[in-house]
């Protein structure tokens, strides 16, 4: 299975959490994780190492020449690194014809295999929006999306890398970006959905790309025991984005516990992996 993150270093320590909660909740899977970054230090990468099974995951690290990624200005709370999932066609080996973008501040719950063999047809990319009807509304007519889309998270990506490639769509990003920076409110995710909300698959939040907001909703219809049941048993995929992080200190939300028991077990397991490698 072909996984991409992009980071920098402030995000090595919670990618090292979610790597270990992929390795416990897919034992019988192989990874192939491709690490692209500007900055990364060989100590970087020597934590990153120590918290997969050296057996069955391969850390592979692509440095992003700054000569692709082009002049996109990039506001406070991002880095360009957010930006290299976009262009994840251009750098990736070209042997690679799909890969399963995932964000580091994330953690695995699940099986990712019904998500990673999802049938994409004619689709570039499958993801989850997390925005009501009003807000997609909105969005919708602030970027010119199709009309019968949904506004994604680009946090948990399936990318069709053979048909993107097939589309050759990185001029058309280039230039998006050129003409649109100033109007973007949430940068490389805006331009994502500007220019391919059309090719996007829709997929479940509640199971693949479940943040604070989505549980909140999943709250009022089930009730908190009912809502929590269903994050343990059935969602795949937790994703702590925005500014309020478990690994932070004053955390706020109800999903704290996916991360703070992979927390304990990824320092309980690093020290082995690290010696078995």
């Known amino acids: 299975m072909n996984i991409l993150v992009t980071l920098n270093s402030g995000y ?8 270990h ?7 019988a899977t192989r990874f192939t994780i491709y690490v692209a970054h500007s900055s990364l230090t060989p100590s970087d990468f020597a934590k990153i190492r120590a918290s997969v099974d050296p057996g069955r995951c391969r850390i ?16 406070k709370r991002l880095s360009k690194e957010t930006y290299y999932r976009l262009y994840a066609a251009e750098f990736l080996p070209r042997e690679v014809n799909k890969i399963l973008y995932l964000d580091p501040d994330i953690v695995i719950n699940g099986n990712l295999n019904e998500l990673y063999y999802t049938d994409m047809g004619d689709k570039l990319f499958a993801a989850a929006s997390h925005n009501n009807s009003l807000i997609n509304s909105f969005n919708i007519r602030r970027l010119g999306m199709d009309k019968n889309s949904k506004y994604s998270n680009a946090g948990v990506m399936l990318i069709n890398l053979a048909l993107l490639r097939s589309e050759n769509r990185t001029e058309e990003l280039m230039d998006y970006l050129e003409e649109n920076n ?4 949430l940068e490389d995710q805006d331009v994502f959905n500007a220019l391919y909300s059309g090719r996007t698959l829709s997929l479940d939040p509640n199971i693949f790309n479940m943040d604070e907001l989505t549980f909140t909703r999943l709250k009022r219809r089930l009730g908190y025991g009912g809502a929590m049941n269903f ?14 992080k478990p690994w932070n200190g004053g955390y706020k939300g109800n999903l704290s ?6 927390r304990e077990g990824r320092n309980n397991i690093c020290t082995l992996y690290r010696e078995v490698g």
């Open 12 to 19: 090595v320590y919670p990618l090292t959490v979610m790597l």
């Open 257 to 262: 516990e996916f991360f703070e028991r992979n």
């Open 182 to 185: 100033s109007r973007l409110l």
């Open 231 to 244: 994050a343990r048993n059935r969602t795949v995929i937790i994703h702590f984005n925005g500014k309020n």
């Open 21 to 27: 909660s992929m390795m416990q909740t897919n034992p």
């Open 60 to 75: 592979v690290g692509i440095a992003v020449p700054d000569s692709l990624f082009g002049e996109a200005a990039c506001k």
